[in-house]
């Protein structure tokens, strides 16, 4: 297909005074899985919801799969999975009565005991939902999505609040998807899950797209491959013209009383910066380095973290 997955531009939606979504333009192409990244209250979920014609915008247009919401509604609901990020599922009713009941919502789809198998909820097919743990309970939301084999799947933060193993479970559910053809929209603040599952991504912010592509190609933006964030004792400083004429330092910012220097070889600025330290008589009260993620890329934009409000 040509056409794309979705296609909005212009996207505008207001609670009163307060602008969640600010003009916004996004393209998804069939057949990936396309993430948007952003802090609580950035517009992340206001605008899956305008995508899923949960709520309608303010102003701007929406195309899913070539149709639009005001007069194509019903072959939309049969062409797309929905996540919610609170999905509410009936205590006394067992997985396979829960699928059964979102499975005829539809006019075709997938049968229930091979969507139960997809999601690795054999075991649990008889028992009620309030008896299933948190991952189980996320895996049967996932499961309902995909009743009618969609070709697009919306997810909302669909791991936020779950441990590794359950966390990991499901991105092989939407790597089995991806997979298969189909197209994923998802919104995450885990940067792993980011990194792992997209082949692109928005970050954004305020309601607006402050940056857009692959994930390596957003961290490559920032010109360095480490970051090493350091915090000194006594409330001592150092002036960041300083700190950026250290070898391999391309960028320094200061996010969260530290003081964040982005980095081409770790072996090279570390050395030096403690060199420094010693002249200046300067006591660290912290010191830590990684390799730089999307949570950087977003720092190094807005000079927040991705997880503040």
């Known amino acids: 297909m040509s056409t794309p997955a979705v296609n909005c531009k212009g996207l505008v939606k207001r609670y009163g005074d307060v602008v969640a979504v600010d003009g916004l333009d996004l393209e998804i192409r069939v057949g990936e899985c396309f993430g ?67 499975r005829s919502f539809y006019r075709a789809g997938r049968p ?7 999601v690795q909820l054999r075991e649990k097919r008889d028992v009620w939902v309030k008896n299933l743990s948190g991952g189980q309970r996320q895996r049967l939301s996932v499961a309902c999505s995909l009743v ?19 966390r990991h479970q ?5 790597g089995d998807f991806r997979a298969g053809g189909g197209t ?13 599952l997209c082949d692109r991504v928005a970050v954004i912010d305020h309601g607006k ?40 330092v391309e960028r320094v910012s200061a996010v969260d ?16 910066l403690m060199t420094l330290l010693q002249q200046r008589r300067a006591e660290l009260s912290e010191l830590t380095t990684h390799h730089a993620t999307l949570e950087d890329v977003f720092i190094s934009l807005t000079g927040r973290h991705l997880r503040d409000g």
């Open 36 to 102: 948007l990244l952003g802090p609580n209250g950035a517009g992340k979920t206001t605008t899956v919801e305008i995508l899923q014609g949960l709520l309608p915008p303010d102003a701007g247009s929406v195309e899913v799969l070539g149709m639009r919401w005001e007069n194509q509604e019903r072959s939309l609901r049969e062409r797309m999975g929905t996540q919610l990020q609170d999905t509410q599922l009936p205590d006394k009713l067992s997985v396979v009565e829960v699928l059964t009941l979102f």
């Open 112 to 118: 229930v005991e091979d969507v139960i198998d997809m």
């Open 148 to 166: 009618s084999d969609p070709e697009i799947l919306f997810l909302d933060e669909p791991t936020t609040g779950l441990d590794p193993q359950s």
């Open 170 to 174: 499901l991105w092989r559910i939407i």
């Open 184 to 196: 994923i929209l998802l919104t995450t603040h885990h940067m792993e899950e980011a990194e792992r």
């Open 209 to 248: 797209v402050i940056a857009q592509g692959s994930p390596r190609a957003l961290i490559e933006s920032l010109g360095a491959e480490h970051v090493v964030q350091f915090a000194l004792a006594n409330g001592d400083s150092i002036d960041h013209a300083t700190l950026g004429s250290l070898p391999g």
């Open 257 to 272: 009383g530290r003081t964040q220097l982005t980095v081409m070889h770790v072996h090279e600025a570390v050395p030096a």
